[in-house]
């Protein structure tokens, strides 16, 4: 009588899993680094710390010509 696999469970993560969100960030050329979800966020912070900082009124089209995908922290 052999037992039936019953409920075999299956989660197994894989890495690179597209389904992860993926965030953004504009490095100022002084330094300052705006990290956003989503663009709308990046582009505020970014043109907050532009306005602030140096005055400058910073386009959405420059702020995202500007962003790079955060690469996420390796961990041990
Ligand atoms: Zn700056």
């Known amino acids: 009588m052999a037992p039936a ?3 075999e469970v299956r989660v197994v993560p894989e890495e ?4 992860m969100p993926t ?3 504009i490095t100022c050329e002084c330094g300052f ?3 956003g979800a989503t663009d709308d966020e990046l582009v505020e912070v ?4 532009a306005k602030q900082v140096h005055d400058i009124d ?3 089209e420059q702020a995202l ?3 790079e995908i955060e690469p996420y922290p390796v961990r041990p």
Do not use: E
Not at 16 to 19: M, Y
Not at 46 to 49: F, T, V
């Open 33 to 35: 680094v705006a990290r």
């Open 23 to 25: 965030m953004k960030r």
């Open 5 to 7: 696999p019953s409920a």
């Open 58 to 60: 910073l386009r959405r």
């Open 46 to 49: 970014i043109q907050k710390h």
């Open 16 to 19: 690179g899993d597209a389904s």
């Open 65 to 67: 010509a500007m962003a």
